[in-house]
């Protein structure tokens, strides 16, 4: 039996589906994933956090196309993992040794506690948490 992929995007990289532009650094990268994600040749799992904060984002900066591509988003209906008592101590846990925000904690605990890769543009939080294991840098994704 063959497994596929597993990968944790954060919203570094889900938006980037978003915002497809030629001066958006390494769009391409993060529209291959989810095409590989939309042909089922991997697999994806989110904290149920993502849709927050990238609603957040696309309110602030595209406001005239919010509504649609969060329309769209939550029409993919990604797998989520819901906040639990174990999931939260693993992310305060990551939080207070990488000196990082519990909303960028948290998708690294949830790839670690799922055995998956968590695949973010966010350099700052990459040298931070590398440490950590299960992160890659959507530069290097490939």
């Known amino acids: 039996m063959s497994t596929v992929a597993l990968f944790v995007p954060d919203a570094?990289?889900?938006l980037k589906w978003a915002f497809r532009s030629a001066d958006?650094?390494?769009g391409d990268k993060a529209l291959g994933l989810l095409s590989r994600w939309l042909a089922g040749e991997c697999d994806l799992v989110l904290p149920s956090l993502w849709v927050y904060e990238?609603?957040?984002v696309l309110g602030l900066k595209a406001p005239d196309v919010a509504r649609d591509i969060m329309e769209v988003f939550l029409g993919y209906r990604f797998d989520e993992s819901p906040m639990t008592a174990n999931l939260s101590s693993a992310t305060l846990?990551?939080?207070q040794e990488c000196k990082v925000t519990f909303y960028d904690a948290v998708y690294h605990a949830?790839?670690?506690e799922k055995g998956a890769t968590l695949v973010t543009a966010d350099a700052?939080?990459?040298c931070k948490a590398q440490?950590?294991?299960n992160i890659v840098l959507l530069e290097n994704f490939s």
């Open 110 to 112: 949830v790839a670690l």
């Open 24 to 26: 958006e650094h390494d």
């Open 54 to 56: 990238c609603g957040n």
């Open 12 to 14: 570094s990289v889900i």
């Open 93 to 95: 846990r990551i939080m």
């Open 131 to 133: 440490k950590r294991g």
């Open 124 to 126: 700052a939080y990459f």
